[in-house]
């Protein structure tokens, strides 16, 4: 596998040659997500199920203690379990995006360090389109999970401690969390391919030509590839 390949982009910079606004990078990010919807959603269900085994262990393990305290260590620890999810799928998106990596199963290995590698690019070159992705996914998820969560638990239980809830009122919150995340992990794991600024992104689509305009303009040479050509 090339250095291109697996995301570290070469040995340019993370500056990278040309920047597109962070409004192009979203709406470019939705036509790849439409593009290779199959293979990313699939693995975006794999990725949310199993954060789901230790998100309900954190929350298992404050079910009936009392204090914010606690609850805020275990919402900690579901931040950076959904965070190793969110860079796994955004290895699977490079690969689909690129077309290097193949498609469905195959861009599942090393997935994860090709999106950790991908994410510090894409948070270094394009900080504003990073965080268009953050808060246009995490508005869709509170939109998806927080109705469903607040009726079941009540709003004291989502935003403090769990207060030892009903099973059947956790599951129904439970379920709204993966169904959310399964929802936009894909979303944002395509912002930081094209954040990212990746030479590759583009050569990996299928279609009419002209189907994805700006996806395609999203692939400048890195400063070493440039130079090589030169």
Known sequence: M???????????TAAGPARRPAAET??????????????????AVVATLVNTVPDIARQVLVWDVPGHGPALAV?????????VAQLW???VALGLATGAAGRGRR?????????????????????????????GGGALSALLTLPASVA???????????DAPAVGAFAVAAVSDVVASAV???????????AAGHPGVGRGTHGPAG????????????????????
């Open 2 to 12: 090339t250095r291109e390949e697996d995301g570290s982009g070469g040995s340019g």
């Open 26 to 43: 979203v709406r470019a990010a939705l036509v790849l997500l439409r593009r290779h919807a199959g293979p990313a959603y699939a693995a």
């Open 75 to 83: 919402d900690v620890i579901g931040v950076l379990t959904a965070t």
């Open 89 to 91: 799928v955004t290895g």
């Open 107 to 135: 861009c599942w290995s090393g997935a994860l360090g090709r999106g950790a590698r991908t994410a510090w690019r894409a948070v270094r070159r394009a900080p504003a389109a990073v965080l268009a992705g953050v808060v």
């Open 152 to 162: 079941a638990l009540g709003v004291d239980r989502v935003v403090g401690p769990l």
């Open 184 to 194: 936009t992990l894909p979303f944002l794991a395509f912002v930081l391919v094209l």
């Open 211 to 230: 189907d994805v305009p700006s996806v395609t303009r999203f692939e400048p040479p890195v400063d070493g590839a440039r130079d090589r050509h030169e």
